[in-house]
């Protein structure tokens, strides 16, 4: 499948993180409102190696899925890279965040409330002590997409939840799909997964 070659502009991502900024205050001064630990991703980072992710060809279509998409800041750099772009957030306040940043910046992104998390992937989230998490197919329902339908998915887990994502993505993403993640020091992990093997192919740290 043809890739569009896609250059974002440092003034293209600074208007993004001023507007991310902006929506992120508004949330703040709501009282009562933790966001329950919400943290969001490095931005230049994440488009560094969506850049190289387009220019290396490594993904085998455009569908992007953010997997915890909070204010939908990477579905909105995923955008401007030529990705179509879908985010999953369980948290209601940042699904509407999200999709007034979708409006403010005019990008072509959409949104769901609830988890990527689906009926059978408990087991995962036992092993890796999240037994309180959600498991259903709502969001993904409401998206009119199935986890094997993305050629991308993003997550920034928590450390504890490192293998929780992995393992989720490895039974539910199609062979190919590559598995993006932020982790410390800002640093990138772009795995992919291959047909008939019990784990993922590390791409690169990027």
């Known amino acids: 499948m043809p890739h569009e070659s896609t250059q974002v502009s440092d003034d293209a991502l600074a208007t993004l993180v001023s507007a991310v900024g902006v929506i992120d205050e508004q949330l703040r001064l709501i009282p009562g409102n933790d966001r329950l630990g919400y943290v969001g991703s490095d931005l230049p980072a994440v488009s560094r190696a969506l850049a190289r992710i387009q220019s290396e060809q490594l993904a085998g279509g455009s569908v992007f ?9 990477v579905c909105a750099v995923a955008a401007l890279h030529g990705f179509t772009s879908f985010g999953i957030e369980f948290q209601a306040e940042l699904v509407n965040a999200a999709r007034m940043l979708a409006s403010k910046l005019g990008l072509a992104m959409t949104f769901a409330e609830g988890t990527y998390l689906q009926p059978g992937d408990d087991d995962f989230a036992i092993a890796s002590g999240h037994s309180e998490l959600a498991f259903n197919s709502d969001a993904w329902d409401e998206l009119g997409l199935l986890p094997a339908d993305c050629h991308v998915v993003f997550a920034y887990p928590w450390p504890e939840e490192e293998a929780l ?24 992990l772009v795995q992919r997964k291959v047909a ?11």
């Open 65 to 73: 899925c953010d997997w915890g998409s909070g204010l939908g800041q």
């Open 165 to 188: 994502v992995d393992d989720t993505f490895l039974r539910r993403a199609s062979p190919g799909a590559l598995l993006v993640t932020l982790h410390a020091d800002d640093r990138v």
């Open 196 to 206: 008939d093997s019990s784990g993922l192919f590390t791409v690169s740290w990027m």
